[in-house]
T-cell receptor, first 111, second 114 residues
Framework: AQSVTQLDSQVPVFEEAPVELRCNYSSSVSVYLFWYVQYPNQGLQLLLKYLSGSTLVESINGFEAEFNKSQTSFHLRKPSVHISDTAEYFCAVSEGDDMRFGAGTRLTVKP | NAGVMQNPRHLVRRRGQEARLRCSPMKGHSHVYWYRQLPEEGLKFMVYLQKENIIDESGMPKERFSAEFPKEGPSILRIQQVVRGDSAAYFC????????????FGSGTRLTVV
């Protein structure tokens, strides 16, 4: 069965600094990969996903993630963060019918 | 086109009572998933259902927990004889089919057992 490891539970950064949230997965078959964002007291929102094709995927708010099959990674990056990016970020992997989530990374952007 | 609707948003139950959590998937979505979120523990898969069928309940505790997704009406997660350890946020998600579509999540039900 698939599993996901998010290597950092908390990532504090200053506003306008770059950030990388790390995600590694394990699976024996082809997978779909996702990043979700959760703002306080809300549900999860899909940020971006990799299904096939180009290994670099982007979201509308400046985040991007790169699928690296050899390293089984799907790290999330943003070149310059804003205060409003403060949230919990979850990496997820799907082999088919169900999805498994990482433990989450709490990104805190400080002024 | 409403998203995934969960109710109630907050639920308080005394130990030993029953908790019923409801989830109406997005229109056109036939797959429903329930997750539990505890502080600092991320999301834990509980159960995956399609209409009138439980597909995967490998994450459900063996006792006191049950789920259904009837032909008509919302999906229900039922917790009998609640204990303090059941206090958590419970999230429902839906998808039109399996795999690459991703899930649409509801806003969750926060259960507090007192």
């Amino acid at each position: 069965a698939q599993s996901v490891t998010q290597l950092d539970s908390q990532v504090p950064v200053f506003e306008e600094a770059p950030v990388e949230l790390r995600c590694n997965y394990s699976s024996s078959v082809s997978v779909y990969l996702f990043w979700y964002v959760q703002y306080p007291n809300q549900g999860l929102q899909l940020l971006l996903k990799y299904l096939s094709g180009s290994t670099l995927v982007e979201s509308i708010n400046g985040f991007e993630a790169e699928f690296n099959k050899s390293q089984t990674s799907f790290h999330l990056r943003k070149p310059s963060v804003h205060i409003s990016d403060t949230a919990e970020y979850f990496c997820a992997v799907s082999e088919g019918d169900d999805m498994r989530f990482g433990a989450g990374t709490r990104l805190t952007v400080k002024p | 086109n409403a998203g995934v609707m969960q109710n109630p948003r907050h639920l308080v139950r005394r130990r030993g009572q029953e908790a019923r959590l409801r989830c109406s998937p997005m229109k056109g979505h036939s797959h429903v998933y329930w997750y539990r979120q505890l502080p600092e523990e991320g999301l834990k898969f509980m159960v995956y259902l399609q209409k009138e069928n439980i597909i995967d309940e490998s994450g459900m505790p063996k006792e006191r927990f049950s789920a259904e997704f009837p032909k008509e009406g919302p999906s229900i997660l039922r917790i009998q004889q609640v204990v303090r350890g059941d206090s958590a946020a419970y999230f429902c998600a839906s998808s039109p089919s399996s795999g690459g579509y991703g899930y649409t999540f509801g806003s969750g039900t926060r259960l507090t057992v007192v």
